[in-house]
């Protein structure tokens, strides 16, 4: 499946077992393609999406920060990319 890279993925598409490694490959490519910032929406639930989401980003090399986006009541994260090195 072909993603756009428009800055906003909506998670709800995916199978859990899929999320990770779909947002480490959806940032890695809004990164290359200049992108300072993303919003992930893994919606409200139980909060178990959500801690995936943000234990990827914890991890991925190329996020700088990320925080709960606060008009969506723990339903999306945003993340603050880093530019590619030269």
């Known amino acids: ?17 899929d999320i990770r ?5 959806y940032v890695t490519a809004a990164a290359d393609a200049g992108f300072t910032e993303v919003r992930l929406i893994h919606g ?4 178990v999406q959500r801690g ?6 914890d991890r991925h090399p190329r996020v700088a920060e990320f925080w709960d986006a606060p008009d969506a009541h723990l339903g999306a994260t945003i993340a603050r990319l880093l530019p590619a090195a030269p």
């Open 1 to 17: 499946m072909r993603i756009p890279i428009d800055g906003t993925l909506d998670l709800h598409a995916f199978a859990p077992r």
């Open 44 to 47: 409200r639930g139980i909060g």
């Open 21 to 25: 490694s779909v947002v480490e490959e």
């Open 52 to 57: 995936i989401v943000q234990q990827a980003l």
